[in-house]
């Protein structure tokens, strides 16, 4: 049974093309552009300049990243990133995204993100409306996923 997600499960979507400089010996997509991509969607949800979501003096940090390689990515073409949020916390989130090429998911990750006090350099709590932004774009729990993962 397949148990990989499929892109409209995620309600944030964005796009990279893929260049070919982007390829490594073996003729692939090098695994660091997979990382990039996913920052891609991630830097879409949080850094929009119409909504940005940190407040003056904070920042948001990544403090877990899972990567799980599903298949190759190849040149040329462009890459899918879905994001959705999976939890909210009191000055944290989990991310769950994946990525996609010609429809064939190439990879999935969760990433814990922790919004940060630059001056303090510690933790600080989200405020209302991120909390309510976040939470909209939490989706349904993944198939093949149990609540306990």
């Known amino acids: ?62 403090v877990r990243l899972e990567l799980d390689f599903r ?4 040149w040329p073409g462009e890459v899918a990133i879905g994001t959705a949020v999976e939890s909210v916390g009191h000055s944290s989130f989990k991310l769950r995204q994946a990525l996609f090429q010609n429809d064939r998911c190439v990879a999935v990750a ?5 919004q940060m006090n630059e001056r303090t350099r510690s933790s600080c709590s989200l405020n209302a409306a991120s909390v309510t932004r976040l939470s909209a774009l939490q989706s349904a729990e993944p198939k093949g996923q149990s609540a306990s993962e």
Do not use: C, W
Request: glycine share 4%; hydrophobic share 40%.
């Open 110 to 114: 969760r990433t814990v993100i922790v």
């Open 71 to 74: 298949a190759e990515m190849t």
């Open 1 to 62: 049974m397949n148990d990989d997600p499929i892109l409209t499960e995620f309600p944030l979507r964005s796009f990279d093309k893929l260049r070919y400089a982007d390829t490594d010996r073996q003729g692939h997509i090098n695994n660091a552009v997979f990382s990039s991509s996913l920052e891609t969607g991630r830097a879409e949800l949080l850094y929009d300049p119409a909504a940005p979501m940190a407040e003056p003096g904070t920042v948001f940090v990544i």
